[in-house]
């Protein structure tokens, strides 16, 4: 895509970003590669006031560099993320911490090459730690993208394509933040607030921006039903590392798809539990058994890292217990 002079909205960016930006974000002081990279790990599936609210200081607090992260085991870096969701990123962090002996390269392309690290991830390392120029392809700013070229649908190459054609590069700093900030704020989902724009006066979308991009049918999420069953003896209970991919390395109670509940069973509730891809609907028992392999008292189960499901569950065992 040919580079057209974007002059007036990039100086519109400047002064709207001045105005209104959200400049009080702890990652937006600091030069730490670290508290920043974090950061952008964290907001890739989780929305900005969750982060600051419930996660981020809290995470620092336990790891304040990103060497400790390194040195402390993949359970305590779970722990630590638990509630976050998508534990992919947290095993992912871990691993990079590890690779890089706590000492983040300083360039978007090597970033890109750690686990966990996507090209916008990188680039946005990149630009704010290191301040390469280099344009970010985050949901909000392609969102913006659509709306400013009045495409209804892209693959990734045509995506970065409009990004760097749009991109200000001798300010890229503020252009990322801003995209963001112009997304989350202005360029919104179902009630975009086009007349308060910055890029308003060049926008090709604006006089429909609904249409851009074309909606995706929402396919309705499948129920799982199962049974989690908590098997005791002498006052604990038996939890299992769960290695499937989605909750890999977090501590569960056993989950079986056809259980039969039988009258020398306790049953202690049901409950629901919202993913991305499916909803679990799940039965909670509590039966007496002697051939589980590890078995934990109820403090101890506290410390470990657990799945919101596994969560719920040992909420119903403590109801159960008072």
Not at 232 to 247: I, S
Not at 305 to 314: E, I, P, T, V
């Amino acid at each position: 895509m040919q580079k057209k002079s974007y002059k007036q909205i990039h100086k519109n960016i400047l002064t709207w970003y001045s105005q209104y930006g959200r400049v009080t974000l702890p990652w937006r002081n600091t030069q730490s590669a670290y508290e920043i990279y974090l950061s952008e790990i964290m907001l890739q599936q989780t929305q900005v006031k969750t982060v600051l609210e419930r996660f981020y200081f809290q995470f620092l607090e336990k790891f304040p560099t990103l060497k400790e992260v390194a040195n402390a085991s993949v359970d305590d870096v779970l722990k630590a993320w638990e509630g976050l969701g998508y534990y992919t990123r947290a095993r992912n962090l871990h691993k990079t911490a590890q690779d890089t002996q706590g000492i983040l390269p300083n360039n978007a392309q090597a970033l890109e090459q750690l686990s966990g690290i996507g090209k916008s991830t990188a680039h946005a390392v990149a630009c704010f730690v290191f301040n390469e120029p280099l344009p970010i392809l985050d949901a909000n700013v392609k969102r913006i993208l659509y709306r400013f070229f009045a495409v209804k649908e892209a693959n990734d190459k045509k995506l970065w394509e409009m990004a760097y054609a749009l991109y200000d590069i001798k300010n890229t700093y503020i252009y990322n933040q801003a995209m963001m900030d112009i997304g989350s704020l202005i360029c919104t989902h179902k009630n975009p607030l086009c007349e308060q724009c910055p890029f308003f006066s060049l926008c090709q979308g604006k006089d429909e921006p609904l249409l851009y991009p074309t909606k995706k049918k929402k396919a309705k999420k499948p129920i799982r039903k199962r049974t989690l069953v908590i098997y005791h003896q002498n006052n604990q209970y038996a939890l299992n590392k769960n290695d499937e991919r989605l909750l890999s390395g977090l501590w569960g109670f056993k989950q079986e798809e056809a259980f039969n509940i039988t009258k020398n069973m306790t049953e202690l509730g049901d409950f629901k539990q919202h993913y991305t891809h499916f909803t679990l609907e799940a039965k909670v028992v509590l039966v007496k058994n002697k051939e589980q392999k590890k078995y934990f008292t109820i403090d101890e189960i506290h410390d470990l890292a657990l799945s919101g499901a596994d969560r719920k569950a040992l909420g119903l065992l403590e109801a159960h217990l008072i």
